[in-house]
């Protein structure tokens, strides 16, 4: 019998008393006055209460006991390395790099950047900012320069943690020209960078600015530099991550450090049913927010070792990897986006890989961050015979809005449906007057306000954007932007983006952002990006480029030219690689793009012709655009 429906009620009876005996697995220097209170007009929680969170992260487990046991566990697979930091380790790791971080004047509330690779490093720099209450900005590696730019101008960091180079299967990434580059192109100067060398690249240091990492740190231990954890607010910014908005301005969702450890805490039990010394890895980037929320800071809070996996689901050196990592080092739970199951799939069909190792330790497969096709739930259950569990959430919210609580135990499993609400998320479904649909009706999918506890305060120094993106369409609400609707038994089913944000291998991206890129190539009058499926990636984006009249180049060189630029300008994790030429884009009478029709012919979707449209010829080119590259999907 699942406990769901008797916490979930405990919950809606008592909001403030359910967090509130959630917060006592948290450890506070000065507990909270209000639970919850509005503050400036903006949900806060845990108002008053100080605490730490790389103490509850780290101190706290060393000081329980637990000092000896792995706090880290680094596999990386594409360098061939293996390493492990205890509780003990990792604590005087972080309070060197803290001290680190004061010596090169970070101060409370000072942002520092992160854009690293999968090392442990890029986890220790984030626990020591959170130490010394700095706020940080973790970029994924994947980002161009203009892109971490644009977070460097948001967010003016005192400071910039890097690497000399990521690496991708087949290439090394450089990171430090990137990271020149974007510095030279933001206005906003870091007055320091930490720049961690690795085996594969050296990069090449600019005195007085850019700091050896292991250089420093090595110093700084002979001289017995340690940083204390200091108290903050529970309302204090612990970290600003950015992510695709509808333009190419990204948004700084902004976490807490309170009601973010006091949610994420709550899930590791009663969510993901793990327990404190065990094995947890979150398959994904710390550039993500699956990364930040279960590689990062959900496994420490609890006292389970986290694993930190620099590699891929396949290719490293193949489909085996997941299966070797769980085996060896034990994992109890593993946690990814359901395209890296699609590629394991393809590569290995018949799970041969999985048989070559004793995963009998491994119980629970989560996947999050795109759409769960039913299939590749049936394959990964069929292959993997342990529960696999859809859930449903966002960067805006840190941790799971939908999901099957095995902690609670399992409810029944509806394939399509990431199932039940959590604890703290009041879910209404609403038309475009802001009326509750009926059940089994396709909506807007809102959160009844106030958010829970780790969800989004705001965004980064902006207030005004945070109300106009999420709380103004429906007055009361927060709006996932995602659309769907919720059953009888209160599943939800999601079912597309309301905006144009798309989701390519698990990876969040804006399609206006591409737009405006395209739009700023010298030959392109107008274009379009849309994300059309994918039998990998789920979604992919696709470009269509008008050219300005008089352009007599060729059309394949300037298409090249497109998938180039964006992969300049927003970086190859894009993953934009068709452009194509076409005389018009379908346009409603009013000039509006009809990229959902687009969509609908590449998927192969039932499709009308929009009563609005300007003129219906123009759809047959596009089809015909289309299915010449044969990307027109027969269902
Ligand atoms: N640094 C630099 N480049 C990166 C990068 C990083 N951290 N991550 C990805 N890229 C590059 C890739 O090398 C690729 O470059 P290419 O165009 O030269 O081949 C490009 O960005 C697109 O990457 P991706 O969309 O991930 O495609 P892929 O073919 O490299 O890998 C998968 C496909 C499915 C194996 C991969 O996306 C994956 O492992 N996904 C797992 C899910 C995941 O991590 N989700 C995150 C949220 S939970
Ligand atoms: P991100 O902010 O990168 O985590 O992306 C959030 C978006 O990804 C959501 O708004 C959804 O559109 C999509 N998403 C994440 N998880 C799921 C899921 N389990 N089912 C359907 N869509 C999902």
């Known amino acids: 019998m699942s406990r769901y429906h008797e916490v979930y009620n405990h919950w809606k009876q008592d909001p403030e008393g359910f967090w509130a005996e959630a917060a006592k697995d948290i450890d506070w220097s000065k507990p909270a006055d209000q639970i919850y209170a509005q503050v400036d007009g903006l949900d806060r929680w845990f108002v ?35 390493r492990t930091y205890t509780y003990d380790q990792l604590r005087d790791e972080v309070a060197t790099l803290g001290a680190l971080l004061i010596d090169l004047g970070v101060k409370k509330g000072d942002r520092v950047i992160i854009y690293m690779p999968m090392v442990p490093e890029a986890v220790g720099g984030a626990l020591a900012c959170a130490r010394i209450g700095a706020v940080h900005s973790v970029v994924f590696g994947g980002f161009a320069p203009k892109e971490l730019a644009t977070r460097i101008d948001d967010s003016k960091p005192k400071v910039i943690l890097s690497a000399s180079c990521g690496i991708e299967p087949g290439r090394v990434i450089a990171y430090k020209p990137l990271l020149d580059e974007a510095i030279e192109i933001a206005s906003a100067k870091p007055t320091a960078t930490m720049i961690l060398q690795r085996d594969e690249v050296t990069a090449e240091l600019i005195e007085g600015r850019d700091h050896d990492w292991k250089a420093a740190m090595g110093e700084a231990r002979r001289a017995g530099k340690s940083a204390a954890c200091l108290d903050v607010a529970a309302t204090d910014p612990l970290y600003i991550l950015y992510t695709s908005g509808t333009t190419g301005q990204p948004k700084g969702v902004v976490r807490d450090n309170g009601g973010h450890m006091v949610a994420l805490k709550w899930t590791m039990h009663n969510f ?163 009326n509750e649909v009926e059940r089994g009706q396709l909506g807007a999918i809102c959160v009844k306000l106030p958010l829970p506890p780790g969800c989004l305060p705001t965004l980064w120094q902006n207030d005004k954007r945070f109300r106009e993106t999420y709380l103004s369409t429906f007055p009361g609400h927060y709006e996932t932007a995602d659309a769907g609707y919720m059953d009888e038994d209160g599943y939800l089913y999601i079912m597309a983006r309301t905006d144009d944000i798309i989701n390519v291998a698990g990876h969040r991206l804006s399609t206006g952002g591409m737009e405006e890129v395209l739009a700023g190539h010298n030959d392109v009058a107008e274009c379009a990006v849309v994300g059309i499926a994918d039998q ?86 596009i089809t015909d655009a289309l299915s010449d590259r044969g990307l027109v999907s027969s269902r």
């Open 48 to 82: 008053g209460a100080e605490c730490n969170t790389c103490y509850n992260c780290v101190d706290r487990h060393v000081e329980a006991g637990r000092g000896d046991q792995a706090a880290i566990i680094y596999d990386s697979p594409i360098t061939d390395t293996k």
């Open 272 to 434: 993901y049913g793990v327990e404190p010394g065990e094995v947890y890895w979150a398959a994904s980037d710390v550039g993500w927010v699956v990364g930040h929320s279960y590689i990062v800071y959900a496994p420490l809070l609890h006292g389970s070792t986290t694993v930190v996996f620099e590699g891929k689901p396949v290719g490293t050196p193949d489909p085996g990897t997941f299966w070797r990592i769980i085996s060896e080092h034990r994992v109890v739970s593993l946690f990814t986006a359901p395209t890296a199951f699609r590629a394991i799939r393809k590569e290995d069909p018949n799970g041969e890989h999985i048989a070559k190792h004793d995963i009998s330790c491994l119980r629970t497969l989560f996947l999050a961050g795109e759409r769960a096709d039913p299939d590749t739930i049936h394959w990964a259950e069929a292959q993997l015979k342990i529960p696999v569990i859809d859930h449903w959430w966002q960067t805006e919210t840190g941790w799971t809005i939908a999901g099957n609580p095995i902690g609670l135990g399992m409810l029944p499993v509806k394939y399509g449906s990431p199932a039940v609400p959590m604890p703290g998320y009041d879910m209404r479904v609403l038309d475009e007057s802001g």
């Open 536 to 621: 990998l990636k789920g979604q992919i984006p696709v470009g269509f480029v008008v050219f300005k009249s008089g352009v007599e180049r060729e059309a394949g060189e300037v298409e090249k030219e497109c998938v180039l630029l964006v992969r300049e300008k927003i970086g190859a994790v894009a993953a934009l690689r068709i452009v194509m030429n076409v005389p018009r884009l379908p346009k409603t009478r009013s000039g509006k793009i009809l990229r959902g029709t687009i969509r609908k012919i590449a998927d192969g979707e039932e499709w009308t012709m929009p009563a609005t449209i300007d003129d219906p010829a123009i759809l047959d080119e």
